[in-house]
């Protein structure tokens, strides 16, 4: 007799469980059944949104572990969230992008590092910028690239990281770099964003030559 597992249900009471281990508080529990959820959706590659997978990290960061959290975020913003073995079209691949960047530059917050955050609080702007660049029905680019919703963006970033004067420029960067649509080189922005604030750090913790 040949017995046939619903993939699907079973993923589908693994998540539950998870959820309700987390909400009850037990993370430990809920992080071991978020991971034998994102096994079964990468075994059988189902479809889900990306901000479920999202939550193994944040939980690893909640109970003291940084480092394997930031391996998750990592691992999907790289190579993609489980279950995405057949190719997306050029928008959802770009509102997974978005979902993850989101969330590592709030895992990033919540660990303290805030420069690092800001980076991934740009990439989030540009990949919705870009899905909707590729899906009009996303919303309207126009208002997107404005200098008023980029300083929206940028500025609360920045005050985290206590960077506030470096708006202007940041602004401008992005200003220009939007223009470019689905030529734009992300990694060379982050580049030049992160270097803009090394410079700041120097500028605020000089390194004082002995006498």
Known sequence: MVIKVNFRTHQQKLLLSAQEAERAGELLTAIELYKGFHADVSESSVFYPAEIFTRLPLLLLEVGREHDGWQYFHRFIRFG????????????????????CDKARLFL????HYDRAVLYGVQFYIARCLAVYHCRNLGQLGPMRSQRAISGLVRPLLRKAQKENLEPAMVSELKDALRLGPTLDINRLMARLAIMIAIQNAKNHPITAAV
Do not use: F, I, T, Y
């Open 81 to 100: 969230c489980p279950g995405r073995s057949q190719p997306l079209e050029p928008s959802d691949k770009w509102l997974d992008r978005a979902v993850l």
């Open 109 to 112: 917050q919540r660990a303290g």
